[in-house]
């Protein structure tokens, strides 16, 4: 039997925007395996984001219970999230979010600085992630003097240096060309196969989702079953690439 | 912490401009204050008191300086118990070449040469030139800046047109002394003043202050008790006190000064406190993003607490310790133009006043960043990440 990686039952996130009572997420079940590669689709403001940023301990749920790898995040602290996100989820931005005065290297080995190792094995760590993910020749370059594609991978290897258990991807071929977001995706899906690495990609591209294992559909906050997508979501999908 | 050390550095200093130019504001105002500190501390509380300067006591009438005793004080002040020697300290006053040029202002004492270099042992003088002094009748000592100022050499005629007493003194330079407490003095003898004055003046025959030595400088709060005590019920009392509190009674003639300096210092601390306040906050608003970025990578409030306020203690350290250097190099300066008034003499950026201007800097540069640091640290990740600017 697969070993559940997310479970999240019932979930729910509410909020007051502008006085107006807003339900971002409503009633989600959604089980993530080990080793599945699942992609969150879904139109702006149907709730991917939301159910990604929940299951990152970005932010609380209203109701409903969520638990990642095990652990009950509705329990832990601020401070004890922080350590264990840092310890077990690698997260990837849509625009990148590397620091701009620190090089690719630096950049990678922020979360790093965070653990146990020596600044020499931190320094070997980060040249090892930037060097899976094809950078090992830019290890002194500062992101402005990187192309998208590059500074996205730079992002990739920063959220795989602490070999987390779990990685969250939000849209990460959002701000990329066709030929970078390909890079991006089929390095994701090596991640997935040859590392065994569990990931959650948020996205609204179906050719993004082609790269996953499994494909999620929300629509007005809310997960559809397995297997059932919108219409529109089905039209698209029959001609993937025509969208980001 | 410590780990983020380089991190806090490049973020702290990531635009160089906007840095440079708090940096030179904090230095500027550290400087003013450092400066400000030293000569609080060289007015207040002088350099080091040498042993010598320890056992003596300047007596003066008790209503003010301006006041004279009868000179016949000295040997019963010389007679009580704790009391090694005591000599007539005679402020002249008068002009030299021209009044109206302040440069040719300096100290001018009548003394008793045979007890002067007892009384005062710190001074340093060639054997010849202390003889001569001791024995010329007008003859006079001058330290070795105030001869250097002026061009005199050994046996130059030096004219002091009296303006307290009604005299004309002609004095012959015996020879130049160094002395650690005073860089611009001239003594002559008090015979010669005495003898210079018309029978029948009334100041043949009194003295504006004694300065006394005491046999120990545990005797020193005993013997002015005693001094005083002597010359309690008679025409003229006395006030006798510490020569360190003495050169502070002149201090005061100048004022509240340590109010003034207090609420300078006050102003500069204050107007620092805005400006740097104002730079951390256009900083921290300019990273709300970063901030959302470092805690999604598992970086704590308290981390992100702790990276500002030590961004803003790097800038303020760096400006602080510019700052004080440049405080130190004026100070050496300012000493040099410190003239006769010896309590600027001592005026230094001394490792304490060091200390407490790099620690000013650092508190204001921490205080002024209290609020976005807690604002940032307090924001949540989404709010962050969300934040345009």
Redesign the interface.
């Known amino acids: 039997m697969s070993e559940a990686v997310i479970e999240t039952t019932k979930l729910t996130k509410e909020f007051i925007r502008d006085e107006f009572h807003v339900v971002a997420l409503k009633d989600a079940d959604l089980t993530v395996n080990r080793g599945d590669f699942v992609a969150l689709m879904g139109p702006s403001g149907s709730g991917k984001s939301t159910l990604l940023?929940l299951i990152?301990a970005?932010?609380r749920p209203s109701s409903g219970e969520i638990r990642v790898l095990g652990q009950d995040l509705r329990a832990l602290t601020?401070?004890a999230i922080?350590?264990w996100?840092?310890?077990h989820i690698g997260?990837i931005?849509q625009s990148f979010?590397l620091?701009?005065?620190?090089s690719a290297l630096?950049n990678v080995e922020?979360?790093l600085?965070?653990t146990n190792l020596k600044g020499a094995e931190r320094m070997e760590h980060a040249a090892t992630a930037l060097k899976l993910v094809g950078l090992g020749d830019r290890l002194g370059h500062y992101p402005r003097q990187l192309s998208g594609g590059q500074e996205q991978r730079v992002a990739i290897a920063?959220a795989i240096v602490t070999d987390p258990d779990l990685i969250l991807a939000d849209e990460p071929t959002g701000n990329l060309d066709a030929a970078s977001a390909t890079d991006v995706l089929t390095m994701l899906a090596r991640l997935n196969k040859e590392f065994g690495k569990t990931i959650v990609m948020v996205t609204h591209d179906p050719h993004a989702a082609s790269f996953a294992t499994r494909v999620r559909h929300l629509e007005k906050g809310l997960l559809l079953p397995e297997g059932q997508a919108p219409e529109e979501w089905n039209a698209a999908a029959a001609h993937p690439g025509s969208e980001g | 912490m410590h780990?983020?050390g380089?991190?806090i550095v490049?973020?702290g200093l990531?635009n160089r401009r906007r840095s440079a130019l708090t940096i030179a504001s904090t230095a500027a105002s550290l400087c003013l204050l450092g400066i400000l500190m030293a000569m609080y501390g060289a007015l207040f509380y002088g350099g080091d008191e040498t042993p010598a300067q320890a056992l003596r006591l300047i007596t003066h009438h008790k209503v003010g300086l301006a006041d004279a005793m009868p000179v016949s004080y000295r040997d019963k002040i010389r007679s009580l118990a704790g009391v090694r020697d005591a000599m007539v300290w005679q402020w002249f006053g008068g002009t030299y070449k021209d009044a109206r040029d302040q440069r040719n202002f300096f100290a001018r004492f009548a003394v008793e040469p045979d007890r002067f270099f007892r009384i005062r042992p710190e001074i340093v003088i060639s054997g010849d030139a202390k003889r001569a002094f001791e024995n010329g009748r007008t003859a006079c000592i001058a330290t070795e800046k105030l001869a250097r100022k002026f061009g005199w050499k050994t046996g130059e005629r030096i004219t002091l047109v009296g303006d307290i007493f009604p005299v004309t003194l002609e004095l012959t330079l015996a020879g130049t002394y160094t002395d650690p407490e005073n860089s611009e003095a001239l003594f002559f003898s008090q015979d010669y003043l005495r003898e210079s004055l018309p029978v029948g003046n009334s100041q043949r025959d009194q003295a504006g202050a004694f300065q006394v030595q005491a046999m120990s400088a545990a005797d020193v709060v005993k013997v002015a008790r005693e001094i005083d005590a002597a010359f309690d019920n008679s025409p003229a009392p006395t006030k006798t006190e510490s020569e360190r509190a003495f050169q502070l009674s002149f201090v005061s003639f100048l004022g509240n000064l340590k109010l003034f300096l207090a609420a300078v210092s006050g102003a500069i601390a204050f107007t620092l406190l805005l400006v740097s306040g104002n730079t951390i906050s256009m900083s921290v608003r300019e990273r709300v993003?970063?901030v959302g970025?470092?805690?999604?990578?598992?970086?704590?409030?308290?981390m992100i607490l702790g990276m500002i306020l030590g961004e803003s203690a790097v800038i303020s350290g760096i400006g602080g310790g510019m700052g004080v250097a440049l405080a130190a190099v004026i100070c050496v300066g300012l000493r040099q133009g410190a003239g006769g008034f010896a309590n600027l003499q001592t005026m230094a950026v001394t490792p304490a006043v060091a200390a407490l201007a790099m620690g000013t800097a650092v508190l204001i540069g921490l205080v002024s960043s209290v609020g976005p640091a807690v604002s940032a640290s307090r924001t949540?990740?989404?709010e962050s990440?969300r934040y345009t600017g």
């Open positions: 940023h990152a970005m932010d601020d401070r922080a350590h996100r840092n310890a997260f931005f979010n620091l701009p005065v620190l630096e922020l979360p600085k965070l920063r | 780990r983020l380089s991190l490049k973020s990531r993003g970063e970025i470092l805690k999604t990578l598992g970086f704590t409030p308290g949540s990740i989404l990440l």
